[in-house]
């Protein structure tokens, strides 16, 4: 590892670039083409892409880093971490013992604090391209094509710049979550629907957006039986997990229920607010505009979110759940530069790998002006007046945004050609 955060973000640069010129290399697989590598290989590349510039940088993004350090300095010497941390970790109590146990890792074995509270995204990242290789392989096991077609999308989870710049360069977490939820569907799909349940409760313990499968779930079950067992697991293993943690310590709720349930994200980096938020503070007339913008924000969401599900109620959950996530974060205002990876998995998953090709690297765009802008080294403030950097990192979510929003205008308009979904599971199952 550098200790030079200078030269190592310098390296790590054109790490990004290597791999993203892959990703942008790969191409579909045709008929008597290349032979394409087998699952084994392609996981141990989705493993070393994202290990090698882990091990390099001595940074993450900042302040998640020094949140990072906080909460595990808080939870290993017995405090309750919540008040201990004064907001720092908007999350329920599951993540923060995946960082104790890296923390121990990192001081029993002098590995650096950085790289060890990266392992276990990587590990989340090599996991789900696993599972999108095996996911469509199954699909596709009678056509002929199932191996090439699954090599060729789990090579664009493997190479994707996005996720890299997320789990290796950030540092969040957000592959952990995905992975719980993708594993959640998966288990749905093979009608193991009790599993299901526990596997998206654990996503929701880790962060709560996960909550945006159970309405997709819940509309494809066949009884209010079947609908309140697979909620009352889903959710019940999260309540259960924050009701032990505040008797484990008598600990009062406000300080992490407060904010792991009203958190969304920073306003004025995301879609119109991207423009409007900078133009506010130059134009003073733009400001309550900005204000209404805000204020209405959960309104917005909830209409979005209701559109969505309904206008895919009679596609699978898998095209129903990525067309809402579009729709979310299509409509949303605050935003968090990590949340651009959520949208990978399952486009890959349901094989929608030409809008996930065009999207990641317009996300990639932007995460990496805001890495390099803001959050590892202060690259930007070197080369731009203060004013000219802000507008470039808020902007740079522009066409990132306007690609999610064509392409959830293409699948809301394709969704109205779908007749009734067939199978729907009529009781919860048992495993």
Known sequence: MWTDARQATAWAFFWLLLVTAGFVLLRRPGAGGRRWPGWPLILLVAALVRLLPALWLPVGAGFDIDSYHLVTDALLSGQEVYSAVAGRH???PFQMYVMGAMARLAAATDLPYVVAMKLPSILADAALTGL??????????????????AAYLALLYALNPVSLLVSSYHGQFEAVTLLLL??????????????????????????????????????????????????????GIPALAVVAYLLAYDADPAPMLGRALTHRGNAGYWGPSAVLFP?????????????????????????????ALWRTQHQSALDAFLTLLLAVVAITVGFG??????????????????????????????????????????????????????????????????????????????????????????ELATD
């Open 182 to 235: 993708a594993v959640g569907w998966w288990l749905w799909e093979r009608r193991r629907v009790t599993t299901s349940a526990v596997a998206v409760g654990l996503a929701i313990l880790n962060k709560t957006w996960p909550v945006l499968f159970l309405p997709v779930v819940l509309l494809r079950l066949g009884s209010w039986r079947a609908r309140l067992g697979y909620t009352a697991l889903a959710l």
């Open 90 to 92: 908007p999350y329920l």
């Open 132 to 149: 999108i290789y095996r996911t469509v392989a199954d699909r596709h096991r009678s056509d002929g094509r199932g191996r090439e077609w």
């Open 337 to 426: 530069i990590q949340w651009l990876v959520w949208l990978i998995p399952f486009a890959l998953l349901a094989e929608q790998d030409r809008w996930a090709r065009v999207y990641s690297l317009a996300a990639t765009l932007m995460l990496t002006i805001h890495l390099y802008g803001l959050h590892m080294f202060p690259w930007l403030a070197e080369w731009l007046s203060p004013p000219a950097a802000d507008w470039l990192i808020r902007l740079s979510a522009l066409p990132a945004w306007g690609v999610v929003v064509a392409w959830l205008v293409v699948r809301l308009r394709a969704a109205q050609a779908i007749g009734p979904a067939a199978g729907q599971l009529g």
């Open 279 to 307: 133009a506010a503070g130059i134009w003073a007339g733009l400001q309550p505009l900005a204000d209404a913008l805000v204020a209405l924000r959960n309104w917005l969401l909830a209409g979005a979110a209701l559109l």
